[in-house]
Nanobody, 118 residues
Framework: QVHLVESGGGLVQAGGSLRLSCAGS????????MGWYRQAPGKQRELVAI???????NYGDSAKGRFTISRNNANNTVYLQMNNLKPEDTAVYYC????????????WGQGTQVTVSS
């Protein structure tokens, strides 16, 4: 059974920072692509950041220059450091584990709420 558990969300003022964590069990993060996505009310889920098993990173336009994704393979955790937060960053943030090789399994966490006040 695979479980992804996000933590670190909360309420922060604009300009502040948060660090999200995603801890996994039942799967090895180091051999998979890990990612963060977010969904704001009334909007589609969108990419925030991904990191491949080889360490390559890709960011959504809204995250570039402000957010950093990293992983700690030793403790099967992936992080999202978010700086200079804006009210438009308010959303539920989801952790994702995607299998880079067949079968391309696709696991999601339950999400953590991030609210940025102006």
């Amino acid at each position: 059974q695979v479980h992804l558990v996000e933590s670190g969300g909360g309420l922060v003022q604009a300009g502040g920072s948060l660090r999200l964590s995603c801890a996994g069990s039942g799967i090895i993060f180091s051999t998979n692509r890990m990612g963060w996505y977010r969904q704001a009310p009334g909007k589609q889920r969108e990419l925030v950041a991904i990191i491949t098993s080889g360490g390559l990173r890709n960011y959504g336009d809204s995250a570039k220059g402000r957010f950093t994704i990293s992983r700690n393979n030793a403790n099967n955790t992936v992080y999202l450091q978010m700086n200079n937060l804006k009210p438009e960053d308010t959303a539920v943030y989801y952790c994702n584990c995607y299998g880079e090789y067949p079968p391309h399994y696709d696991y999601w966490g339950q999400g953590t709420q991030v609210t940025v006040s102006s």
